[in-house]
């Protein structure tokens, strides 16, 4: 197979008419597949607790505090797999990793219908993130890899990777309510909904074999010796960057873990909660397209700054008002931004680094990502249960995501 040059950065030469002319890689097939890893790491493993998080609580008599530590073990284990990753990729291939992750989330996944009391299912929630975060940045990084074969097109192939969290978002909120009532006459029917989601997990695992096998073919871009000894990844260069990820991870949980335990609280129906959730889900597989350019553009922090300001607006506003026009609005914008601040990162990462060093970049951008979700879910459930209850912890949240946009404005272009 022809292996492209990599993208016109300042590391690298443009591809050329005559190479282009000759590529004929399914770039946005295969991005679309490996986008299933997006939908088990996080659309799924992560975000489907939401939804069994009101019957879950009901049913075992949870304060919002332990509701929330249920998440904020699964981004402790998100964090650890984070910190490992870069030693495993050394070791073994993205590929390999993707793969075998994708199976241990779907096991753990699986497991967590089997408990009913906290240790177990904190246990379960911890092993999950540490298998997720495997998934989730093995899948960038190859994302990533993928985009540099077509840089005109990268911003746009780095969102459907991650938009496919969406995907894993809307399979959730069609697929959970059904089973939850459907079970609804055996005990603890919340488990029945933790094994089918285990099941759509092995079924993403097994279609992903195609773009793992295709993707093996070229683990990497074709390197020359300079660009291997050239910029290495810093974190002091990309400080305001990563303190501005941070304070999205603490923002963005808060409202993925408790907005539909709020909706319910305000009343909201069952027909009404599963449109939101799904909606919110189409909106993140369409970000893709809505924010390529912008993530083409900057060099700098910007796209992370605005896209963290819209979603400080999208948090605030259910915890304002529970006019269901202005809550679904909220949703779809939440939608619409949220993974691509994730997809920011990464872009920023390949536009100011060399490839032998994006690995590298990813993985720290996703450890400050994981440690700002420790904080994020616990602090929102400790808050809820005071005055106030959840709005006032998603306010929390808004202003979380309003700090870190005025971190990412300080960040800089590397030379």
């Known amino acids: 197979m022809h292996r492209p040059t990599p993208p016109h950065t300042p590391h690298t030469p443009p591809v050329s008419p005559s190479q282009a002319q000759t590529d004929t890689t399914p770039y946005i097939r295969l991005a679309l597949a490996l986008s299933l890893g ?13 939804l069994l998080l009101p019957p879950m609580r009901a049913d075992l008599g949870w ?35 993707l793969l075998s992750g994708s199976l241990l989330a779907s096991l753990f996944m699986g497991l967590s219908g089997f408990f009913t009391t906290a240790a177990p299912l904190l246990a379960q929630r911890l092993l ?30 780095l969102g459907l990777y991650y938009g496919g969290t969406g995907l894993g978002i809307v399979v959730s909120a069609l697929g959970v309510p059904p089973v939850l009532a ?55 260069d990309f400080a305001f960057a990563l303190a501005g990820y941070a304070g999205f991870g603490v923002g963005y949980i808060g409202y993925m873990t408790f907005v539909i335990a709020l909706l319910r609280e305000q009343g909201s129906s069952a027909s009404a909660v599963t ?12 970000s893709s397209r809505i924010w390529a350019r912008l993530l083409d553009r900057h060099r700098d922090g910007q796209a992370l700054a605005r896209l963290n300001a819209l979603l400080g607006v999208a948090t605030v506003v259910p915890a304002l008002t529970a006019s269901a026009p202005l809550v679904l609005a909220s949703g779809l914008l939440f939608g619409a931004v949220f993974l691509s601040v994730v997809a920011s990162t990464t872009a920023l990462v390949r536009h100011n680094l060399p490839p032998a060093q994006w690995a590298a970049g990813i993985s720290a951008f996703t450890i400050v990502f994981a440690a700002g979700q420790i904080v994020g879910p616990t602090v929102v459930g400790f ?25 990412a404005t300080r960040q800089r272009a590397l030379a």
């Open 182 to 236: 459907a079970a609804s006459a055996q005990a603890h029917a919340w488990t029945w909904a933790w094994w089918g989601l285990a099941l759509v997990c092995l079924l993403a695992t097994a279609l992903m074999a195609w773009p793992a096998r295709v993707l093996a073919l070229h683990e990497g871009p074709a390197v020359n010796p300079a660009m291997r000894e050239g910029r290495e990844f810093r974190a002091r």
């Open 63 to 97: 304060s919002y505090t332990l509701a929330g530590a249920m998440n904020t073990f699964n981004a402790l284990g998100y964090l650890l797999g984070a910190l490992v990753t870069p030693w495993l990729l050394r070791r073994f291939s993205a590929t390999g990793l």
């Open 128 to 157: 999950a993130g540490v298998a997720s975060a495997l998934v989730f940045i093995a899948g960038g990084l190859l994302a990533a890899r993928l985009g540099a074969r077509q840089p005109q097109r990268s911003g746009f192939l």
């Open 38 to 50: 997006a939908a088990v790491s996080l659309g799924i493993t992560r975000f489907a607790y939401g």
């Open 383 to 407: 808050i809820a249960d005071g005055p106030g209850g959840l709005a006032r912890g998603l306010v929390f949240s808004a202003v979380a995501l309003w700090v870190g946009a005025a971190l």
């Open 275 to 286: 449109a939101f959730y799904a909606l919110l889900g189409v909106a993140v597989v369409a």
